[in-house]
């Protein structure tokens, strides 16, 4: 088989190679189905090692307790430890701090990647990049003048957690981290448990709480649950996988039509050829089966090729993703069932294809098929008939769009590789300006600059604080829980300047008991204006009306600040101070964090991860369609050099030449553009309403219309190219050599 | 319009005043066409010499590899020589670029050969008239219509103008190959082996076809391997390895008149 390869790639080297690189890349490409499972892999392998918790309770500061105590005797829970979380600003940036009991760890358990674990007071470790080994760092400390009571702090580590690999991260003891967040005690516990599904960690959560509330210890937001022993960031990472399973099915299509239309060009134009040899007397039989192992063998070397290329393409899309949004580095990985899938792919489809233009080659009377040059004569089909009565146009266009009829299956996989490739770029552009759109819509009803929070889960903030400043309320933001979906709950005065209030529908919340909903949200939900909704928060279910639908492109529930304070057990409390100004107010001191209204508009580097995603993903796909075009219309040109050659035997130059093949290409390209438009349009809406079915807003889709003319100009200015590369090559030797071969 | 620097001057009369004298049409000197280098180089055309003259039917004979398509494909201009000097209508056309010779080939001559080549896709009437369409663009579509026509009733395919390539015999393909040929009016045809896929009927109704122009002052070349069509030339040329290995006019052997260099300018009819 192999010998058989040589000889044919002998005979045909620039076509044969470029056949086997194009379906090379095509089997690559499909490798891109294999990006989901490569980062999954490398997330539940990080998640295992390092023992990622199951369920992880923020607690309001409930002093010294004894955490083995209160929940090891909750069901399905195994395993227990206490951790502290607050912040610090380090370098103008605010920074987590996690206090862990490092000696006793099996859950999220830290590790030093470079240096040792802290093991005296003002020891750290920390993330990768936020500072190194023998940096020091003063922590001001609360409880006393800010610039006199600092904690020094000296980093001896540098390492973490897979959980914590996202954010920059300073680790510490237990009893450090309390000193800096002004705690007694811990404020979150982590909970490692025996039965990882879904249900059974909805339960240990509700358990968990029963029995927090009953040792006195009170809860502001909702456990956080990480079933299936997933990473938690798997659910985010499996959207976006979701997303580049879709391109990845596009980059199989176009690899499908790449490969058919390979075998069947290697196979059709051998025709003479088998019937020289059925001339002399070699079986059909054996005919087909030489034929099929030709396929096969030009597959096999394509799949040798592809295999590695499609391992390198999942794994360095793979690292992108998991590099940009989780921030850990995985290891190499491969998934078995992708590279199986797609060797099977390549081998069955061409032994599919192969018996079948073997089939047809070989079924041709024998006259008709040596005095064949390239496939069937033109004219034997009807539809060929009645193409060659229309008389309009120029001869030369005549003659292009005829042929194109002629080489339908052609013509139809090269229309089909523009209509993939204009639909990738259109649904990546479409992807950047709706995730824009978005992202603006989501701040337009915004209207504080700031929100400014302190350390600490719970409802930490006295809303009087705020009674003398007209340009700042408190409020509160926390999570609960509404018809199994993570809801944002969120507290504004009735009469509150810090958010837009014109509603899409009904009205703003004006008396206990109401609330407004996000539009998008409350349609997912099926909820309309006048439903009673129970909303889950860590106090127990409530239930309020809903009186409005709030343009907000989130799952946000709408309420007045003091009653949800006062549903949550800490009447006149927030957890948040927004301000009209960009600056946390004056009258708010110690250790703050302030959240910018500016920065968040500006901050694209979100859009921008998931936009290199796909526009990798896309260059792939259209990298694929463009090769396969090339391919077949190198193909296609060198199966009528004979004609072309006849044509400038009568007089027709390059030009003349350029321009058969430029209005044949022209029409396929046309036609792919509008089919792409199409495809893009309705591929970029279905990745956006899956996007919101599965997230339950509203993201809105907005369509590319700007890119439209960079896909029109990159089919015209490639097919221009390509034409004019294909005709020089088969306009250089003389006229009579090449006619000379068609003897 | 400035000169055509390919074009040369016409050649000195012959300095024999008793020979009538044609204006020779074709001028080849020292011509070879070789292909490859080194030992394994292949032979087409060695060293010829010949001119033929406005207006003659001349046949090109030998057996198969003597070279004799390939001395009418250079003297078509569809190859390239890889030496000596060729001048055709006056155009020196053995250092012409593809497109000048392109263009020159559309103007000054027409090319039948033995397997028709015609363009599958067009229809007969198409396939002469694209013919007119690439030698001259200034002709109108209208006139160019009728040209094609007149030149497929003048092979006697008139009725059979909308048919495809597949739908014709291989006479028929061959006459319309004939009217594509002799549709832009070229000062040469050059015809290789145009019966050989036809039976004796349709070849000699071909050669009649073909012998018939010569009347209106066309030069035809005719390549054949059959000696009877060629003896009906005025000029027979048999090749043998590349070489002119004799060069019969009027039944009259030249071939020492062309080895003394006698009529190495001009030829006698």
Do not use: C
């Not at chain 1, 008709?368 to 030369?396: H, I, K, Y």
């Amino acid at each position: 088989m192999i010998r058989r390869l040589f000889r044919e790639i002998g005979r045909a080297p620039v076509r044969i190679l470029t056949s086997v690189m194009a379906l090379a890349l095509a089997i690559g490409a499909i490798g891109v189905l294999a990006i989901p499972a490569v980062s999954t892999n490398s997330l539940r392998d990080a998640a295992e090692a390092d023992g990622i918790p199951q369920v992880i309770v923020p607690i309001d500061d409930s002093k010294t307790f004894d955490v083995a105590g209160i929940v090891g005797s909750v069901d399905n829970v195994d395993r227990a430890e206490a951790e502290v979380l607050t912040f610090v600003e380090i370098d103008g940036r605010t920074t987590d701090v996690l206090g862990v009991d490092f000696g006793n760890q099996e859950i999220d358990i830290v590790h030093a990647d470079v240096g040792r674990l802290p093991a005296a007071a003002g020891e750290v470790l920390v993330t990768d990049g936020l500072a190194q080994i023998g940096d020091r760092f003063e922590i001001p400390l609360p409880g006393g003048e800010a610039s006199s009571a600092t904690m020094s702090a000296e980093v001896v580590g540098v390492g973490g957690t897979a959980f914590w690999s996202e954010d920059d991260v300073v680790f510490t003891s237990l009893e450090s981290a309390a000193a800096i967040a002004g705690v007694d005690g811990a404020n979150r516990i982590v909970v490692g448990t025996t039965d990882l599904s879904a249900d059974a960690l909805s339960d240990t959560s509700r358990d968990l709480r029963a029995a927090l509330t009953e040792a006195g210890i009170t809860t502001t937001s909702l456990p956080f649950t990480v079933p299936d022993g997933h990473h938690p960031i798997e659910e985010a990472i499996d959207q976006i996988s979701m997303l580049v399973g879709m391109l990845g099915i596009v980059a199989g299509l176009v690899a499908l039509v790449l490969l058919a239309s390979t075998v069947n060009t290697l196979i059709t134009e051998r025709t003479r050829e088998v019937a020289v040899m059925r001339a002399l007397g070699a079986p059909n039989r054996q005919m087909r089966r030489r034929l099929r192992r030709l396929a096969l063998s030009i597959a096999a070397a394509a799949v040798v090729l592809g295999l590695p290329l499609g391992i390198a393409i999942s794994n360095f899309i793979a690292r992108m993703i998991l590099t940009e949004f989780v921030g850990i580095t995985p290891g190499f990985a491969v998934s078995i069932p992708v590279m199986v899938g797609s060797a099977l792919f390549a081998l069955l489809g061409a032994r599919i294809v192969a018996a079948r233009a073997a089939r047809r080659v070989t079924a041709r009377p024998l006259a008709e098929a040596l005095r064949d040059r390239n496939g069937s004569p033109f004219g034997r089909r009807l539809s060929e008939r009645l193409t060659a009565r229309v008389r309009v146009g120029a001869l030369l266009d005549r003659t292009a769009v005829r042929n194109g009829v002629h080489q339908r299956a052609r013509s139809f996989a090269m229309f089909a590789q523009i209509t993939a490739a204009v639909a990738a770029l259109l649904i990546v552009a479409s992807l950047a300006t709706t995730i824009t759109d978005y992202n603006a819509a989501e701040i337009e009803p915004v209207q504080w600059g700031s929100r400014t929070f302190v350390p600490g889960p719970g409802l930490d903030i006295d809303a009087s604080i705020a009674d003398s400043d007209p340009r700042s309320e408190v409020g509160i933001d926390i999570a609960g829980e509404l018809e199994g979906w993570e809801t944002d709950l969120v507290g504004f005065a009735p009469d509150t300047l810090m958010i837009d209030r014109t509603m899409d529908a009904g009205r703003w919340f004006a008396a206990p008991g109401e609330v407004a909903l996000s539009t998008g949200f409350a349609e997912r939900i099926d909820v309309e204006i006048g439903d009673e909704i129970d909303v889950e928060l860590a106090s127990g279910s409530h239930r309020y009306t809903v009186v409005g639908l709030h343009p907000d492109s989130g799952r946000s529930v709408f309420i007045d600040t003091s009653e949800l304070a006062a549903d949550m057990n800490r009447p006149g409390m927030g957890n948040v101070v927004m301000s009209l100004d960009e600056e946390s107010p004056a009258y708010m001191t110690g250790l703050l964090s302030v959240e910018r209204l500016t920065d968040i508009s500006e901050d694209d580097s979100g859009r921008d991860a998931i936009l290199m995603i796909f526009t990798a993903i896309g260059a792939i796909v259209v990298a694929v369609a463009g090769l396969a075009v090339a391919s077949g219309l190198a193909v296609g040109v060198y199966e009528r050099r004979h004609e072309f050659a006849a044509m400038r035997a009568v007089g027709g130059r390059r030009r003349h030449i350029f321009r058969v093949v430029v209005a044949e290409l022209l029409p396929l390209g046309t036609l792919g553009i509008g089919a792409g438009l199409v495809a893009g349009w309705f591929g970029g809406a279905a990745i956006m309403e899956s996007f919101e079915a599965s997230n339950a807003v509203e993201i809105g889709y907005t369509f590319a219309t700007g890119a439209i003319p960079a896909a029109v100009g990159a089919v015209v200015i490639g097919s221009l190219l390509l034409g004019g590369l294909m005709v020089r090559r088969v306009t250089r030797q003389p006229v009579a050599v090449t006619l000379r071969g068609a003897a | 319009m400035s000169p055509d620097p390919y074009r040369v001057a016409p050649p000195e009369p012959h300095a024999s005043p008793d020979v009538p004298r044609l204006t020779p049409l074709v001028q080849a000197h020292d011509l070879t066409r070789r292909w490859g280098r080194g030992s394994s180089a292949q032979l087409g055309v060695d060293r010829v010499d010949l001119n033929i003259g406005s207006g003659e039917l001349a046949s090109i004979v030998g057996p198969s590899g003597s070279g004799k398509s390939t001395l009418g494909a250079l003297i078509a201009g569809i190859d390239n020589p890889t030496s000596g000097s060729l001048v055709v209508d006056g155009t020196r056309i053995d250092s012409l670029s593809n497109d000048r010779l392109a263009r020159w080939r559309g103007r000054t001559v027409g090319i039948v050969f033995q397997d028709f080549h015609l363009l599958p896709t067009l229809s007969a009437e198409e396939n002469v008239e694209l013919a007119v369409q690439l030698a001259d663009r200034s002709v109108h579509r209208r006139e160019r219509r009728e040209r094609s026509r007149d030149a497929l009733a003048s092979v006697g395919l008139a009725d059979k103008r909308r048919r495809l390539p597949t739908q014709l015999s291989g006479g028929e393909q061959q006459r319309v190959a004939i009217a594509r040929a002799l549709v832009t009016r070229p000062r040469l045809i050059v015809a290789d082996e145009p019966t050989g896929s036809l039976d004796q009927a349709s070849g000699h109704v071909v050669f009649e076809l073909l012998a018939g122009l010569t009347a209106t002052g066309t030069t035809v070349l005719f390549i054949t391997h059959d000696p009877e069509l060629a003896r009906r030339a005025d000029r027979q040329i048999e090749m043998l390895d590349g070489r002119i290995a004799t060069h019969t006019a009027a039944g009259i052997d030249m071939s020492p008149l062309v080895a003394a260099g006698t009529i190495d300018e001009q030829v006698a009819r």
